[in-house]
T-cell receptor
Framework: AQSVTQLDSQVPVFEEAPVELRCNYSSSVSVYLFWYVQYPNQGLQLLLKYLSGSTLVKGINGFEAEFNKSQTSFHLRKPSVHISDTAEYFCAVSDIADQFYFGTGTSLTVIP | DGGITQSPKYLFRKEGQNVTLSCEQNLNHDAMYWYRQDPGQGLRLIYYSQIVNDFQKGDIAEGYSVSREKKESFPLTVTSAQKNPTAFYLC???????????FGPGTRLTVL
């Protein structure tokens, strides 16, 4: 089974500053990679996904992530955050058995 | 609009009572999933179903039951055997390609 590690449980950042949320996964076999965002008392919304091809993936709300196979990482970045980006962010991995594995989440707080 | 609906959004029950959470999707997805979310623990898989009339236990199935009589519906029953049922419950589904998981808005269950 896969495991997904989100290295930071909480990330505070000032408005308009850049942010990086880190994600590492356990296996080097072929996987699909995802980032989801969750606002309070809501379901998870897909931000972006990597299936194949270019290692730099662009998503909604100005977020992007880079797949690094050698480091088994899929870090999420945004060059300038907004107050509305305050939310919980989950990294997820799907393997060839179509099982999904989620990290424990990173709480992003944007400070005015 | 296509999507996943969960009802109700908030549910209160007395200890010792069984309760059923609804999940319906009109995306024509074959696979459906139930997750439990507790603060700081990410998502934990309760049950999943890849086809009608078939389902498998996830990591924390004890105290829960499901049925899959129709492709569109995957209700979850929280039984009195579940020792700590208060949590946020998320339903999800994936298309045939299995490459992305889509989530409903969630149901927050509080057992008094």
């Amino acid at each position: 089974a896969q495991s997904v590690t989100q290295l930071d449980s909480q990330v505070p950042v000032f408005e308009e500053a850049p942010v990086e949320l880190r994600c590492n996964y356990s296996s080097s076999v072929s996987v699909y990679l995802f980032w989801y965002v969750q606002y309070p008392n809501q379901g998870l919304q897909l931000l972006l996904k990597y299936l194949s091809g270019s290692t730099l993936v662009k998503g909604i709300n100005g977020f992007e992530a880079e797949f690094n196979k050698s480091q088994t990482s899929f870090h999420l970045r945004k060059p300038s955050v907004h107050i509305s980006d305050t939310a919980e962010y989950f990294c997820a991995v799907s393997d060839i058995a179509d099982q999904f594995y989620f990290g424990t989440g990173t709480s992003l707080t944007v400070i005015p | 609009d296509g999507g996943i609906t969960q009802s109700p959004k908030y549910l209160f029950r007395k200890e010792g009572q069984n309760v059923t959470l609804s999940c319906e999707q009109n995306l024509n997805h074959d696979a459906m999933y139930w997750y439990r979310q507790d603060p700081g623990q990410g998502l934990r898989l309760i049950y999943y179903s890849q086809i009608v009339n078939d389902f498998q236990k996830g990591d924390i199935a004890e105290g829960y039951s499901v049925s899959r009589e129709k492709k569109e519906s995957f209700p979850l029953t929280v039984t009195s055997a579940q020792k700590n049922p208060t949590a946020f419950y998320l339903c999800a589904s994936t298309p045939d390609s299995g490459d992305t998981q889509y989530f409903g808005p969630g149901t927050r269950l509080t057992v008094l």
